[in-house]
């Protein structure tokens, strides 16, 4: 079954913002690119069911998450969440000055940053443990730096890199159901130890 959702939505609810600046409701957020149930959100990120489902009701409440079906499992029924979107945009129609827009934008992104950091250790820790069992495990990384002159080049290489990675992933993805899933991450940040020569 297919499910609709946004490549990218403009955040200009201050609710909507303040539940995406919180990092564990960020990390919920990155976990629900596909369907999925409380527990296994739980599972992923090393939390308990309740604290997640919890999280999941007020991202429901707010307009970012919300119920796509439900599946027996055992003896319990499991909800289905999903993200409305895969990325989100802080509007600047908040009205918030820009400085404060920017800040809070750069200090969700570091939030945000950390637990991906933490989420890609984990997984590939359990894939370094597959592969053992000599199994191959099929990945790839990308690890580069570029100079960027100011803030406006940096939004501007952003947005960019985010496009065309978008319509890479249109092009490529798979419309059919039970076809290995791969995680894609994209961060941009300042390099520690200031210039290089």
Do not use: C
Not at 102 to 117: C, P
Not at 122 to 147: F, G, H, N, V, Y
Request: proline residues 4%; negative net charge.
């Amino acid at each position: 079954m297919v499910h609709e959702q946004l490549e990218t939505y403009v955040v200009e609810s201050p609710e909507q913002a303040m539940a995406l600046l919180n990092p564990l409701r960020a990390e919920i957020l990155s976990r629900l690119a596909e369907p999925a149930s409380a527990a296994e959100v739980a599972r992923g990120i090393g939390e308990i069911p309740q604290r997640v489902n919890y999280h999941l009701k007020a991202l429901e409440k707010v307009g970012l998450v919300r119920r796509v079906g439900s599946r027996q499992v055992r003896n319990l029924v499991e909800v289905l969440y999903l993200a409305i979107a895969r990325t989100y945009i802080l509007s600047e129609a908040l009205n918030w000055g820009n400085d404060t827009v920017q800040k809070i934008k750069d200090q969700g992104a570091l939030s945000h940053l950390v637990n991906t950091a933490e989420r890609i250790k984990r997984d590939a820790l359990l894939l370094m443990e597959r592969s053992d069992q000599a199994e191959e495990i099929p990945s790839a990384t990308l690890d580069t730096s570029i100079r960027l002159a100011s803030a406006e080049e940096r939004s501007a290489f952003v947005e960019e890199y985010v496009k065309l990675v978008g319509e890479l992933v249109k092009k490529y993805q798979s419309p059919a159901e039970g076809q290995e899933t791969y995680q894609v991450v994209l961060a941009v940040y300042p390099k520690e130890g200031g210039e290089e020569s």
